[in-house]
Nanobody, 127 residues
Framework: QVQLVESGGGLVQTGDSLRLSCEASGRTFRTYVVGWFRQAPGKEREFVTAVSGSGGITNYADSVKGRFTISRDNTKNTVYLQMNNLKPEDTAVYYC????????????????????WGQGTQVTVSS
């Protein structure tokens, strides 16, 4: 497994943008599928988006499609989450997660599919 550290969270207003980063250790990072999940107080951890090892394939939850973009730079062992037009409902702790394997064989939206998790970064969107 790899070690993951999220950063970039903060307090913003409705309509603002924010970019989160997920930095990973490990020499085989490019072979890992990476996903972003979020968890609001009193609610379940939910899937946000995921990207294949090469960065060529992505998947998004309906709630963020068109507003969020996931990308990765394997030369820097980093995955990014660009969040635009933020809404109060986006307020949550955002977690980066990863697992090795083919994008097509990983159950992307299930937390138990991932073997490595970061500690999370708080995103708060005021109305």
């Amino acid at each position: 497994q790899v070690q993951l550290v999220e950063s970039g969270g903060g307090l913003v207003q409705t309509g603002d943008s924010l970019r989160l980063s997920c930095e990973a250790s490990g020499r085989t990072f490019r072979t890992y599928v990476v996903g972003w999940f979020r968890q609001a107080p009193g609610k379940e951890r939910e899937f946000v988006t995921a990207v294949s090892g090469s960065g060529g394939i992505t998947n998004y939850a309906d709630s963020v499609k068109g507003r969020f973009t996931i990308s990765r730079d394997n030369t820097k062992n980093t995955v990014y989450l660009q969040m635009n037009n933020l809404k109060p409902e986006d307020t949550a702790v955002y977690y980066c997660a990863a697992r090795s394997g083919s994008y097509t064989t990983v159950i992307l939206r299930t937390t138990t599919s991932y073997t490595s998790w970061g500690q999370g970064t708080q995103v708060t969107v005021s109305s």
